[in-house]
């Protein structure tokens, strides 16, 4: 599998009298993991949902594609009425059977689903009711059901809001292993340690992009330590753990 | 068509006759209501899964009240005051695509705007139907609020077939994308779904389903069995597969009974009236069990 690169040129966003986005330029190479971070309401899922074509944006990205073109999309929440009556299971059928689900779920997809929610650590949880699970157990199914079919390019909109540490090292590890087999993974992320370890770039926006680069190089510079506070917190564990 | 029909009349007279069933179902105008009974029992309470889900029950009663203005202009143009499709037909859907494109360009959220159509429709379609009425001195207006089931003929039924027929087509194979539109529109139109269109297609099938149903049920009553049925599934269901499977049951079972009843034990009441409360049996008994059983517990705010 061989992830796609993406261009973003001069995108500019706005929304009545907002200006979202402006004039964002950078780019993702192919097989790397990219995180979009800022501030809240800095445009990070407004980007996203531009490269989605879900907005009204102006200039041009790119998603220069090999031969798989699936993106699997990892959206921020999934609202919904809590108490209706659809499992884990009808969802990921939903999500990938053109049967309808109240028919039961394919035997060619069902070891698929299986197989998915294995690896998120909710393989017993297929039949309790979307609306029981608990926020990160949502997040996972949600991750899950990017997985199939399987992507060339992931799409997260932080998906580890909620989840709990072995939630969290259970979305990365498979994340990183994703990255590795060659796909390009462009993750909404506000967790900067997290970013700083996983990420091979890094895109800050607030509107504009105001860094960019490798978080190993760009997270040391005097703008990032007026952004990110916790970044002392941050070298000082780098700092203990070389010595 | 005609000919099939006769045959499933004969052979709900016959089990009449043979005293298997009810003497009553020997009369064919309870055999035809007994047969478009059997055809909207399981379609309403299939699509009415979904608009329990896509929380658009009110967008039915909304094109139920259009279909009174239907009705008039049906009426004035010439068309048989007892059966005016054309009208009917033309008019909800140009209703009910006028709604979603409101809906789409305003972004307002559903319930408010159509509630705001629902009495736009409403207070046309009463003044209107009234109007027409005086004029042809009929009692079009009870007719079309609350149906007449027993009295279809075969134009009717041929009606209520096609549009099954389409529904089913159509609605089948979306079933699982229009399900995932209603719970993430973002990650549907990922997944290659055009979110619109087929919003457009979901509203197009409930406004010809209810526009059918008019004439059976009532344009006011058609509103309840998209609803209450649906409504009494999820009360004791945890999957999609016993929501629609129960769904169908209690509304097929529903009109059968509200047909046979008031038959059986001759009792004064219309038999879309009939067929409504049966339901409403049906979706307290389902609350009851609901609010008694622990394994229904749940967050108590």
């Not at chain 1, 809590?82 to 394919?106: A, N, S, W, Y």
Request: hydrophobic share 50%.
């Amino acid at each position: 599998m061989q992830g796609p690169s993406i261009e973003f040129e001069h995108v500019n966003l706005r929304l009545g009298n907002t200006h979202i986005l402006q004039d964002v330029t950078f780019s993702v190479r192919a097989g790397e993991i990219h995180c979009v971070v800022g501030a809240n309401g800095g445009g990070k899922t407004s980007l996203i949902r531009s490269m989605l074509g879900q907005m009204p944006h102006t200039g041009n990205i790119t998603i220069n594609w090999h031969d798989n073109t699936t993106v699997g999309y990892v959206p921020q929440t999934l609202e919904f009425d809590k108490t209706l009556p659809v499992t884990v299971h009808d969802f990921m059928g939903m999500t990938c059977q053109r049967r309808p689900v109240f028919l039961g779920i394919e035997r060619s997809h069902r070891q698929q689903i299986d197989e998915v929610l294995e690896r998120v650590g909710m393989g017993a949880k297929g039949k309790t009711k979307l609306g029981s699970l608990s926020g990160g157990e949502r997040q996972r199914v949600l991750y899950a059901q990017a997985l199939i079919p399987e992507p060339s390019l992931l799409v997260l909109d932080e998906p580890t809001t909620g989840l709990d540490p072995e939630g969290r090292e259970v979305l990365e590890r498979s994340v990183v292993e994703f990255s590795q087999a060659g796909g390009t993974a462009i993750w909404i992320n506000h967790d900067i340690a997290q970013v700083h370890e996983i990420a091979q770039t890094l895109t800050y926006i607030d509107r504009e992009i105001l860094l960019e680069g490798d978080p190993r190089q760009v997270l040391k510079s005097g703008i990032a330590a007026k952004l990110f506070p916790s970044l002392d917190l941050l070298s000082a564990g780098a700092a203990e753990g070389a010595g | 068509m005609g000919a099939l029909y006769e045959v499933l009349r004969g052979f709900i007279i016959g089990l009449a006759d043979q005293g298997i069933i009810h003497y009553t179902f020997s009369y064919a105008f309870v055999a035809n209501g007994f047969l478009c009974a059997l055809v909207i029992g399981p379609l309403l309470g299939g699509i009415g899964t979904m608009v329990v889900i896509k929380r658009m029950a009110f967008f039915s009663q909304a094109i139920g009240n259009a279909a009174l203005t239907g009705v008039a202009i049906g009426v004035i143009i010439g068309e048989s005051y007892t059966a005016p499709y054309f009208s009917m037909f033309s008019f909800c859907i140009l209703f009910a695509l006028l709604l979603n494109f409101s809906k789409n360009k305003t972004k307002m959220s559903s319930d408010t705007l159509i509630g705001v159509f629902l009495s736009i429709s409403l207070a046309i379609g009463a003044t209107t139907l009234l109007w027409v009425s005086a004029r042809v001195n009929t009692h079009i207006l009870d007719t079309v609020m609350f149906g007449s089931i027993l009295t279809v003929n075969d134009t009717d039924m041929n009606v209520l077939l096609v549009t099954a027929v389409i529904t089913a087509l159509v609605a089948l194979p979306l079933y699982n994308r229009m399900l995932l539109a209603s719970l993430n529109p973002s990650l549907a139109h990922v997944r290659g779904i055009n979110v619109h269109l087929l919003e457009y297609v979901f509203v197009l099938l409930v406004t010809i389903l209810t526009v059918a149903c008019v004439k059976i049920v009532g344009a006011v009553l058609v509103e309840a069995l998209l609803l209450i049925p649906a409504a009494a599934a999820r009360n004791l269901n945890r999957t999609i597969r016993g929501f629609v499977a129960w769904s169908i049951i209690f509304s097929t079972a529903s009109c059968l009974f509200g047909i046979y009843a008031p038959m059986r034990w001759d009792l004064p009441l219309p038999s879309g009236g009939a067929i409504i409360l049966s339901a409403a049996v049906i979706f307290l008994a389902t609350m009851i069990i609901r609010m008694a059983l622990p394994r229904y517990r749940e967050a108590s705010v």
